[in-house]
Structures are given as C-alpha cells and as structure tokens.
C-alpha cells in the first residue's frame, strides 16, 4: 500500500494515510472471487440452465436471468408457469454475490435463501422442492456429481440451493471499462463519460449507487424527493418489516451492466436509460438535467458494462424413466 505522510503543524508527528484513501473513487472495481467450489458451481451451473426443475420442463433460472441479456429477461414483468404474469420486474443475477439481502425487498438474505424461492413459487417454476429433489436424485449425472461435491449421495433443498449460489458467486463482470479507468487507465474512458461521472457524484447519485456495485448496498426511498408514481403494488421493505417508514423503500439496484437490463425500476415501467436518470435526478435528488448532461450521465453508466459470463453452455444430464413427467399444459 502506498502511504503519504502528513505532518501536522507544530505537533512534529505525521499522520499515515494511505494514498488509495485520499483517491478514494465511491465506485470501486468488482473481481471475480477467488474462493469458488468448482464441483459445487458447475453442478450449479447445470441446475440454473435445467428446465426440470419447473413443473412445466419448460422453464429454468435461465428464462428470466438470461446469462445472454445481462442476467435478466428485459421484460416488464417476468412471465412465469401457465404464463402468470409476475409482479414486479426481474433483477439481474450478475454481481448478485454483491447484493446485501436478496429481492427488491430484500425479504431474503443471501444468494443460498433465495434460490429456493422460485422453484416453488406458483408463479414462477410452479415446482414442489419434493418433486424438483426426486428429479434431481432420479438423473444418475446429477448423483454422481453431487457425490463428486458432498462426498454422499444425498440430494438435499440444502445442497441444490448451494450449489445453485455457488454458481451465482461466479456471475460478476470485471474489467468494465470503468473500472479500468479505476485502475490506471486514464484512456479508457473518453471526455463525455468523465463528465458523466463527475455530474453522477456532483448530483449525489453515489450517496446510493457506491461501492463495488454502485448499488445493491443499502435500503432507501424512491421518491426522496418527490413522490414515485406507479401502478405497482409493491410496498418494498414496508413488506417486510411492517414499518410504516418502509413504505416504497427499496434494495438501492446495482448500476453495473445497467445498460443491459432494460427496462428499469421495480416495476419495469422505464424502457430507457435516459428517462431512468431524469426520473432518479427528479425524485432522488432534486435536480431537473438538461438534455446534455443526461447524456454525460448515460454515457457515464454504459462504460460500468463489464465481461458477460463466457463459458460453454452447460449439458444436462438425461432423465430416466424415473424422473417425474413434466406438466407444461396444467395450471
Ligand atoms: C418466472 C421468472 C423467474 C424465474 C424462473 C426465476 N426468477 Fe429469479 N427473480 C425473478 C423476479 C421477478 C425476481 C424479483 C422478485 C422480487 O424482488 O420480489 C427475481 C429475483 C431473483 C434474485 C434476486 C436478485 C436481486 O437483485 O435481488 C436472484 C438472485 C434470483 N432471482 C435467482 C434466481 C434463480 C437461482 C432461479 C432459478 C432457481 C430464478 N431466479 C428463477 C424472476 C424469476
Ligand atoms: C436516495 C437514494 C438514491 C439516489 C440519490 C439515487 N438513486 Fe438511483 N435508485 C435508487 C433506488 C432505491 C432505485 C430503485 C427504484 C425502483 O426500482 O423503484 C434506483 C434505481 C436507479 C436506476 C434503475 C436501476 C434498475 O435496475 O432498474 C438507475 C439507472 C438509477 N437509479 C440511476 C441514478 C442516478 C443517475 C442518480 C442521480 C441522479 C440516482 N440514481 C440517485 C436510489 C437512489
């Protein structure tokens, strides 16, 4: 770590800081994690693309995080078993390890909490954990993997839903063209991005979006400012804790690969960035942007889009004919 000494007037003793601090930027670069499970991802990796896990075999993690479009399905609001419409707009799963609760509400706690939600939600992949754990243990490629990871054959909501996180710890996009600019390379971004980022801090927008997500850190309102109109009926936190003052408090979204995950908000009402960020100066921060400095910041928020998950798709083991039929037509 590189230090700059201080020296305080007349005390004779200098004061160590390190010289990261002082440059300290609020957005930090993001890395992928060094301390991955590999036999636990890949099986994770296999599940998040299985379409047996639903009860119609028709729909995976895949369908609305999809790891082509930016780990989300670019749709208002998802479309889940015997095409129920979901309530509220899909998240990204990237950088998702980052998120410090799961959900826009944050009503999970971790990646490993979370994965078991969908499986079984009605309107999502509509699937019982009994029936999506005799699938699994029914396709002799899953057991062997498993054993391979846990040592025993046992095929448990416990372990699916852990190798499932295993897998999302994975999903982060280094290397973004911001973040190289946060790493030395004054070259990689050009003049109007700059700008964009120095309007993004001087308007208070890194209050919310900072650290390593630029987001996915804190609870906060929508409508600080002024009040946010919509004909959603979600609640956010308010959900969760009952508490009056969380009324339409929501997860702060991650803006890395924002460019990707149209259309924006909670309620997926905002198809563009730049209405997105007219809409967050006005209710957020108080500010009305001219349309060049929209701009800036747009052009600012594209540079946070990072390396895409890259690998080969996965293949999935086959059923037998023990594996419970899937149900595609059925309620
Ligand atoms: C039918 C569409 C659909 C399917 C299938 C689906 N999800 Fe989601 N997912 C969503 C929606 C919608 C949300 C947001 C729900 C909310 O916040 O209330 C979400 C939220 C999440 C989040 C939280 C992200 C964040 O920023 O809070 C993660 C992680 C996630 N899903 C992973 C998965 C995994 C793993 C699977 C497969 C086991 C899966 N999803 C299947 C639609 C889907
Ligand atoms: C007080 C906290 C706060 C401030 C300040 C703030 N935001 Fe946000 N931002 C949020 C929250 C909370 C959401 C989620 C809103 C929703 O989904 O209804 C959000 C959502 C967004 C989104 C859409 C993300 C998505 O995935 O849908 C963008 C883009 C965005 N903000 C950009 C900005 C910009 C640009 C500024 C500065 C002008 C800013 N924000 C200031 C809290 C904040």
């Known amino acids: 770590m590189r230090l700059l000494s201080i020296p305080l007037l007349g005390l004779g003793v200098g004061l160590l800081i390190p010289l990261s601090l ?160 946060l790493q030395g390379d004054a070259t990689a971004l050009s003049s109007q991005e700059l700008e964009g980022y120095q309007l993004f801090k001087s308007s208070g927008c890194v209050g919310c979006h900072n650290g390593p997500a630029a987001g996915a850190a804190m609870f906060q309102k929508v409508g600080l400012i002024k009040p946010y109109t919509t004909d959603n009926p979600a609640l956010g936190r308010f959900a969760v804790t009952g508490k009056e003052s969380d009324r339409m408090v929501f997860k702060v979204p991650t803006l890395r690969n924002i460019e990707l995950t149209y259309p924006y908000f909670h309620d997926g009402s905002v198809d563009t960035l730049e209405e997105a960020v007219n809409i967050m100066g006005e209710i957020q921060t108080g500010r009305t942007f001219s349309d060049l400095e929209t701009g800036k910041i ?30 595609p037509y059925g309620p």
């Not at 969908?118 to 999506?132: R, Y």
């Not at 747009?298 to 996965?314: I, R, W």
């Open 22 to 181: 002082l440059a300290a930027e609020p957005i930090t670069p993001i890395a992928a994690p060094t301390d991955i499970d590999s036999n636990k991802a890949e099986i994770g990796k296999q599940l998040f693309f299985d379409p047996r896990l639903s009860k119609s075999g028709f729909l995976s993690c895949n369908s609305c995080h999809n790891l082509s479009m930016g780990g989300a399905d670019n749709l208002t609001s998802s479309v889940g078993h015997g095409w129920h419409q979901g309530p509220i707009n899909s998240p990204t799963v990237l950088n998702s390890a980052y998120n410090l609760a799961q959900f826009w509400d944050g009503r999970a706690a971790d990646l490993k909490e979370q994965a078991a939600g969908p499986i079984a939600n009605p309107g999502e992949m509509a699937q019982p954990h009994s029936v999506a754990l005799e699938v699994i243990a029914s396709i002799p490629g899953y057991v062997e993997s498993f054993v391979t990871a846990y040592g025993d054959e046992a095929i448990t909501l416990d372990r699916v839903t852990d190798v499932i996180a295993e897998f999302e710890r994975t999903l982060v996009t280094p290397n973004s063209r911001f973040d190289q600019w």
């Open 298 to 327: 747009v052009a600012f928020l594209k540079t946070l889009t990072g390396e895409q998950p890259n690998f080969p798709l996965p293949q999935l083991p086959p059923s037998t004919p023990a594996t419970p039929q899937p149900e």
